[in-house]
């Protein structure tokens, strides 16, 4: 026979346990939408590179961004926004895409790394390169923006082989 203490308890453990799956739920769920969200951005983002709009790179990178060159060149936004379309304008047939594509999110932060593949032309032959690149993004009055990027060249898949 259950008393009223026993039923309680059972109904409190009930209660405990449908919050911590709904909390689950309801995380998991919020970390597949911002890496939907983030990777629709990165990838919007790279596609719309090669026109070199400055409107573009004005909304993806926050005011305040670190970003490291493969280089080793550190920039921030209004060297960024002074160098758009320059690219553009001496490598038309370049373009740009993302595979490999990890995000962690962490609130209103996320860490975004990926492989970017660079598609362009040498002396009228087509060729491929890689950088990796690790992008921070902070979601600032409901956009996401890059406040940190890091580029580093990588090598190219057959060299991966080698090793």
Not at 90 to 96: C, D, M, Q, R, W
Not at 147 to 159: F, G, I, L, M, N
């Amino acid at each position: 026979m259950h008393t009223a203490k026993s039923i309680r308890l059972h109904s409190v453990r009930s209660t405990a346990l449908m919050l911590v799956l709904a909390f689950t739920t309801s995380c998991a769920s919020n970390h597949d939408q911002v890496t939907r969200d983030l990777t629709k951005r990165l990838q919007d983002f790279l596609a719309a590179v090669p026109r070199g709009d400055k409107q573009v790179f004005e909304d993806f990178f926050a005011d305040d961004v670190i970003y490291t060159r493969s280089a080793g060149v550190t920039v921030n936004k209004a060297e960024i926004i002074k160098n758009v379309g320059v690219r553009a304008a001496n490598e038309p047939a370049t373009t740009f895409a993302a595979d490999n594509i990890t995000v962690h999110p962490y609130g209103d932060m996320a860490v975004v790394n990926f492989r970017l593949v660079i598609h362009s032309e040498n002396k009228g032959q087509r060729e491929t390169t890689y950088n990796r690149n690790t992008g921070t993004f902070l979601k600032r009055n409901g956009k996401w923006q890059v406040v940190a990027w890091q580029s580093t060249k990588a090598p190219p898949e057959d060299a991966k082989a080698i090793k």
